[in-house]
């Protein structure tokens, strides 16, 4: 069965600093990736997808995650966090290359930016 | 484009009391429908997928007579919790996609509590 698996609940990055959400992943065909963000009161948005080629994929907003085959991983990461960035994250995994298809998703990580 | 919106965005109801959540995909047609549901510091849970026209299929657990899904036209499915009791409060939020394997967009989600 497949499963996503993210480690951290909560983060809390200052403001100007780097982020890093971590992403494993237990599935038995071959994985389509996808990082969600979700804003209090609005619906999940897609930043970034993989499902084959460069294992470094960028995203909307400055995001970009790192696809680690030996790892089961897909980390999030973003150079430099701003304070819009404060939002849950979720990382999915689906049967389909298109995105928001029957998806498992992780636990969620929720993040805080300090001023 | 692809703009998916639930209604209502959050509701109260009385144990034993039947809700309606509607999810309308709002500039384009959308033949395949995905309902997910949210338990409180718990991850995004698939409950059913419906094509338009067609019955639902429901995820293994899910109970189809307390949760029937309508998909009755190309911009609308509507989830209908019968005889809710306080453990069906959750967070329930939509995608929906033209179909095809194509990209599912998410709604901004409904929060049920039921008191």
């Known amino acids: 069965a497949q499963s996503v698996t993210q480690p951290d609940i909560h983060i809390t990055v200052s403001e100007g600093a780097s982020l890093e959400l971590r992403c494993n992943y237990s599935y038995g065909a071959t994985p389509y990736l996808f990082w969600y963000v979700q804003s209090p009161g609005q619906g999940l948005q897609l930043l970034l997808k993989y499902f084959s080629g460069d294992t470094l994929v960028q995203g909307i907003k400055g995001f970009e995650a790192e696809f680690k085959r030996s790892q089961s991983s897909f980390n999030l990461r973003k150079p430099s966090v701003h304070w819009s960035d404060a939002a849950e994250y979720f990382c999915a995994v689906g049967p389909f290359e298109a995105a928001g298809n029957k998806l498992t998703f992780g636990g969620g990580t929720r993040v805080l930016v300090k001023p | 484009g692809a703009v998916v919106s639930q209604h209502p965005s959050w509701v109260i109801c009385k144990s034993g009391t039947s809700v309606k959540i509607e999810c309308r995909s709002l500039?384009?047609?959308?033949?395949?429908m995905f309902w997910y549901r949210q338990f409180p510091k718990q991850s995004l849970m698939l409950m059913a997928t419906?094509?338009?026209?067609?019955?639902?299929?429901?995820e293994q657990g899910v109970e189809k007579d307390k949760f029937l899904i309508n998909h009755a036209s190309l911009t609308l499915s509507t989830l209908t919790v019968t005889s809710a009791h306080p453990e069906d409060s959750s967070f329930y939020i939509c995608?929906?996609?033209?179909?095809?394997?194509?990209?599912?967009?998410f709604g901004q989600g409904t929060r049920l509590t039921v008191v």
């Open positions: 500039d384009f047609q959308a033949t395949t």
């Open positions: 995608s929906a996609s033209r179909g095809g394997g194509t990209e599912a967009f």
């Open positions: 419906s094509n338009e026209g067609s019955k639902a299929t429901y």
